[in-house]
C-alpha cells in the first residue's frame, strides 16, 4: 500500500497510508517522501543518506514531485479540515482531517497536559474525532474531572467546532452530540452540554490569548467584556449554565426491582376445578 512520510522522531518515521492510517516504521525517511507500505528493512536509514547528497533546491522539487504524482493523498488525508475543542476545564484541542480523523491532539492548559499524554498513548491520532472523544471522557472521568470524583452535582463539558466546510461541520457536531448524549448512561450523573460554532477568525482570537476557541466563543455571547483571558480560568460550569442553547441531559431512570413479584397480569394460572368424574374417583 502507498505512503507517505509524515513526521520524524529519533530513528522513526510516522507515515501517512492511503487509507487514512498512520503507522511507524523503523529508519529516517524525508518528509513527502512516497513508499510502498509495509517498508523493507535497509539497516536503519531509510533513505536519508541519498537524499542528503542533493542541493537542497533539487532535494525540494523532488518533494513536490513526490506528492504530485502521489495522486494527492497526502494533501488530502493530511489537510485539516476542522478543530474541535473540548473544555471540561482541562482544554484540549483536536485537529481533524477528511473522513473525521484526527491529525493531532493538542493541550490548551496546564491540567490537559496529562490527558493529551494518555490519549497519544491510546494511539487517538488515526482515531476519528467521535472515538477521540469519547475516549478521552474515558480519561477524564479516570481521572475524576467528571463522574462521581468531580466537584459539582453534575457535569459540564463545553465543545468547539470551527471549519469553513459546512457539511464536516454539521456531521462533526452531529457525531459529538451523540457521544455526550450516551455520557449519563456511563456516569449515572446530569450531564450539561454546550456545542459552539466557531469560525477560524475565532479561533485565531483565542489561540492568541491562550484560550479553546470554545471558551472564545461564550466570551463572545457574553458580549465581549474586558479580558477576554480570564474566561481561560473560568469553569465550564460559569460558562454554559443557564445559556440558551445549553442541553442538560439526565441519565436513564433505573427501573425498580420486581425479584419475587410477578405482575398482575403474569400470575400463575389457577388449576381448574376437578370434574364430576374426578370427584367420583
Same mark, same amino acid.
Given at each position: 500500500?502507498?505512503?507517505?512520510?509524515?513526521?520524524?522522531?529519533?530513528?522513526?518515521? $510516522?507515515?501517512?497510508?492511503?487509507?487514512?492510517?498512520?503507522? /511507524? $516504521?523503523?529508519?529516517? !525517511?524525508?518528509?513527502?517522501? #512516497?513508499? #510502498?507500505?509495509?517498508?523493507?528493512?535497509?539497516?536503519?536509514?531509510?533513505?536519508?543518506?541519498?537524499?542528503?547528497?542533493?542541493?537542497?533546491?533539487?532535494?525540494? +522539487?523532488?518533494?513536490?514531485?513526490?506528492?504530485?504524482?502521489?495522486?494527492? !493523498?497526502?494533501?488530502?488525508?493530511?489537510?485539516?479540515?476542522?478543530?474541535?475543542?473540548?473544555?471540561?476545564?482541562?482544554?484540549?484541542?483536536?485537529?481533524?482531517?477528511?473522513?473525521?480523523?484526527?491529525?493531532?491532539?493538542? +493541550?490548551?492548559?496546564?491540567?490537559?497536559?496529562?490527558?493529551?499524554?494518555?490519549?497519544?498513548?491510546?494511539?487517538?491520532?488515526?482515531?476519528?474525532?467521535?472515538?477521540? $472523544?469519547?475516549?478521552?471522557?474515558?480519561?477524564?472521568?479516570?481521572?475524576? !474531572?467528571?463522574?462521581?470524583?468531580?466537584?459539582?452535582?453534575?457535569?459540564?463539558?463545553?465543545?468547539?467546532?470551527?471549519?469553513?466546510?459546512?457539511?464536516?461541520?454539521?456531521?462533526?457536531?452531529?457525531?459529538?452530540?451523540? $457521544?455526550?448524549?450516551?455520557?449519563?448512561?456511563?456516569?449515572?450523573?446530569?450531564?450539561?452540554?454546550?456545542?459552539?460554532? /466557531?469560525?477560524?477568525?475565532?479561533?485565531?482570537?483565542?489561540?492568541?490569548?491562550?484560550?479553546?476557541?470554545?471558551?472564545? =466563543?461564550?466570551?463572545?455571547?457574553?458580549?465581549?467584556?474586558?479580558?477576554?483571558?480570564?474566561?481561560?480560568?473560568?469553569?465550564?460550569?460559569?460558562?454554559? =449554565?443557564?445559556?440558551?442553547?445549553?442541553?442538560?441531559?439526565?441519565?436513564?431512570?433505573?427501573?425498580?426491582?420486581?425479584?419475587?413479584?410477578?405482575?398482575?397480569?403474569?400470575?400463575?394460572?389457577?388449576?381448574?376445578?376437578?370434574?364430576?368424574?374426578?370427584?367420583?374417583?
Amino acid at each position: 500500500m502507498k505512503a507517505v512520510a509524515v513526521e520524524q522522531k529519533e530513528n522513526m518515521t $510516522v507515515v501517512l497510508l492511503k487509507n487514512g492510517t498512520f503507522q /511507524t $516504521v523503523e529508519g529516517i !525517511y524525508p518528509i513527502g517522501q #512516497e513508499m #510502498e507500505y509495509p517498508v523493507k528493512a535497509s539497516g536503519g536509514k531509510g533513505n536519508a543518506d541519498g537524499f542528503r547528497r542533493l542541493r537542497p533546491w533539487i532535494a525540494a +522539487a523532488a518533494a513536490v514531485v513526490i506528492l504530485i504524482t502521489s495522486g494527492g !493523498y497526502y494533501v488530502g488525508y493530511a489537510r485539516p479540515v476542522a478543530y474541535v475543542s473540548l473544555d471540561v476545564n482541562p482544554s484540549v484541542e483536536y485537529t481533524v482531517g477528511p473522513k473525521e480523523t484526527v491529525l493531532s491532539m493538542t +493541550a490548551l492548559n496546564d491540567d490537559a497536559q496529562q490527558i493529551v499524554e494518555k490519549m497519544q498513548s491510546e494511539g487517538v491520532r488515526g482515531m476519528t474525532i467521535h472515538d477521540a $472523544v469519547d475516549k478521552t471522557l474515558e480519561v477524564l472521568q479516570s481521572q475524576e !474531572y467528571i463522574g462521581d470524583g468531580g466537584n459539582d452535582e453534575e457535569d459540564y463539558v463545553l465543545v468547539g467546532v470551527c471549519s469553513d466546510d459546512d457539511a464536516a461541520k454539521q456531521k462533526i457536531e452531529k457525531n459529538l452530540a451523540d $457521544v455526550l448524549e450516551e455520557v449519563p448512561q456511563d456516569t449515572g450523573r446530569i450531564v450539561n452540554y454546550y456545542m459552539s460554532d /466557531t469560525t477560524k477568525r475565532d479561533r485565531k482570537a483565542a489561540r492568541d490569548v491562550g484560550i479553546s476557541h470554545g471558551r472564545y =466563543d461564550m466570551y463572545k455571547k457574553d458580549g465581549k467584556p474586558k479580558g477576554p483571558e480570564k474566561y481561560g480560568k473560568k469553569s465550564v460550569k460559569e460558562l454554559i =449554565d443557564g445559556k440558551e442553547g445549553a442541553v442538560k441531559r439526565k441519565p436513564p431512570r433505573k427501573k425498580p426491582k420486581t425479584e419475587g413479584k410477578q405482575p398482575k397480569d403474569k400470575q400463575p394460572d389457577k388449576k381448574p376445578p376437578k370434574s364430576d368424574v374426578e370427584k367420583s374417583s
